[in-house]
């Protein structure tokens, strides 16, 4: 009967012990996209893209931060430059099942980030698609360059016309989440894509997904 009493004992310190530990893990502040918006590089500009990932946050109730997607912007038609890198926050950032990704903009942006297949984890915390699986969803839009910066000043060859455009006139500059393919194995800046449209995105290893940190 001792006995009995005992493992309830446990039982009931064991259960009231797991909500603390719930409460200790650090909220979720950065994201793979799920979806993209359906219509390859045009994303509604960076308006359009933070506004992205607010909802897919919001959709997992992640919707006390200010959200903002890692996206260059070129200069023209009287909009600034924008570096990716400058759009989210200082850190540190946590994926959603609370494993740190980076502690600080320096970390991200050399190899002392953890943006890996099975972390870097979409908002739902699913893995994404990488290298090796059907379909493979590792091209990640950027626009950037390895220390998060604008890779090319114009539109048209590495924002797709700052993320207004899915035409296959126009490119993007990609990374890869699963740091898999390509001479550097980068998160954010390995190759350009075939085109802006949904087909040529997806025709490379994408899907028109980005990466959304939260900036506050």
Not at 53 to 62: I, K, M, T, W, Y
Not at 73 to 96: L, S
Not at 148 to 161: E, F, H, I, K, Y
């Amino acid at each position: 009967m001792k006995m009995i009493k005992g493992v309830f004992v446990l039982f009931a310190l064991t259960a009231c012990a797991m909500p603390s530990l719930t409460q200790d893990q650090p909220p979720m502040t950065f994201f793979v996209t799920s979806v993209g918006s359906g219509d390859g590089g045009n994303l509604g500009g960076l308006a359009g893209a933070d506004a992205h990932c607010e909802r897919l946050a919001a959709s997992v109730g992640s919707d006390d931060a200010t959200w903002r997607a890692y996206l260059s912007q070129a200069p023209g038609a009287g909009r600034p430059q924008v570096d990716a890198r400058d759009r989210i926050g200082d850190g540190p950032w946590h994926n959603t099942k609370g494993v740190i990704i980076a502690a600080n903009l320096a970390d991200l942006h050399e190899d002392r980030n953890n943006v890996r297949k099975y972390t870097a984890l979409n908002e739902k915390g699913e893995e994404v698609n990488g290298r090796g699986d059907k379909p493979n969803r590792h091209d990640i839009l950027t626009g950037s360059d390895s220390t998060g910066r604008l890779v090319d000043s114009d539109p048209t060859v590495a924002t797709c016309n700052n993320w207004t455009s899915s035409s296959d006139e126009h490119r993007a500059m990609v990374g890869h989440h699963d740091r898999l393919g390509g001479a550097n194995a980068s998160w954010n800046a390995v190759h350009s894509s075939r085109g802006c449209s949904q087909e040529a995105l997806q025709s490379s290893g994408g899907d028109g997904l980005f990466y959304c940190f939260a900036a506050d």
